[in-house]
């Protein structure tokens, strides 16, 4: 056997090197958001600091204060000029808490994901979770429910224009989330669909924060909670049902089962919508990583291919499905019920 000796270009190098030190840039992000730069900056006196005053702002130690802030300007999350410290458009926008803050993922990755991923390779050997920690204690800690909600709703917020989109909700007039945490989900759509009301089903822990949100969306005379659990209570009925970032959480045996009872809750003539991270037949990268996140979070879940979901339903009695691509390597499936 001969060896051949390949060229290896300066891009090539650097392309390699970047993608293994990727972690240094999320975690610029992350901890950035745990500290609160973004948000010091836009409370600082005409909206920018100086490297002292964004330091203490922040708590950070003065060894490393100054590289960290302007790699967040390397970032393009940062700007910098005459010394002072500004936030982007985009970090202005996006990342100062308040009303309008997109972080909640982030939050939560920082705290779960990150940790979890670091310990990829032994899920990938042992095909069990990494993250620390148990689903019911969480929800039962105040403190860690509010961020595992805000991830919630980060991942739902930019699905509902492509939702409204893809599906019409003019002959229906009732319409349940499964799994939809405080009803972030539900409570956008009815505020685009006046017509509507809604449920949410969820673990009961979520019942407060439901009703919070709710009134905050401005629906709580049309949004109501029922607290219970997927496998062991029925579903509510509705003339459409959405199962979103559910089913991969769990594994295939109980997929079929939920979109069987599903079928049974689901009014004739109604809808089923089903959304996750579904990989097909081309590598894509977003829907690959969201279902290996559930390799590292869940005993048994991963993403699916959105074929085998349509089986699933087909099985269970629905017709006519139709797929939809979605943001974030997400896939919707719509399953109508036969009248």
């Not at 919070?212 to 997927?230: Q, Y």
């Not at 991270?277 to 879940?301: K, R």
Request: charged share 20%; proline share 6%; with cysteine.
């Amino acid at each position: 056997m001969t060896s051949q000796n390949t060229a290896v270009s300066p891009e090539d190098i650097t392309k390699i090197s970047g993608l293994g030190h990727s972690f240094t840039v999320s975690k610029l992000l992350l901890s950035a958001l745990e500290v609160g730069v973004f948000t010091a900056v836009a409370n600082s006196a005409e909206g920018s600091a100086e490297t002292e005053e964004l330091r203490a702002a922040t708590g950070l130690h003065a060894r490393a204060a100054t590289d960290f802030f302007d790699a967040l300007v390397a970032l393009g999350l940062l700007e910098k000029k005459d010394g002072r410290y500004h936030n982007s458009t985009l970090a202005q926008t996006c990342l100062v808490r308040g009303e309008n803050y997109r972080g909640g993922f982030l939050d939560g990755a920082n705290f779960v994901l990150y940790p979890a991923w670091g310990r990829l390779t032994e899920a990938l050997r042992t095909g069990k979770p990494q993250a620390e920690g148990d689903f019911e204690e969480m929800l039962n800690d105040p403190r860690a429910r509010q961020t595992f909600l805000a991830m919630q709703d980060a991942l739902s917020s930019p699905l509902v224009p492509q939702l409204l989109e893809a599906v019409d909700f003019s002959g229906f007039r009732t319409l349940a989330d499964i799994g939809g945490a405080r009803g972030n989900l539900a409570g956008l759509i009815l505020q685009a669909r006046p017509g509507l009301t809604g449920q949410v089903f969820d673990r009961p822990q979520n019942a407060e924060p439901c009703a919070e949100h709710a009134k905050a969306l401005g629906v709580d005379g049309r949004l109501e909670f029922t607290g219970g659990d997927f496998f062991a209570d029925p579903l509510p009925a509705a003339d459409v049902l959405v199962i979103g970032h559910v089913l991969a959480d769990f594994s295939v045996d109980e997929r079929k089962q939920l979109v069987a009872k599903a079928f049974e809750a689901v009014n004739p003539g109604g809808a089923l919508l089903v959304y996750d991270p579904m990989p097909g037949d081309e590598p894509h990268l977003p829907a690959l990583v969201s279902s290996l996140h559930m390799l590292v979070m869940t005993p048994a879940g991963a993403g699916y291919h959105p074929g085998d979901c349509e089986q699933w339903m087909r099985v269970a009695g629905f017709s006519e499905v139709t797929r939809h691509p979605l943001l974030l390597g997400n896939t919707l499936l719509v399953a109508r019920k036969p009248v």
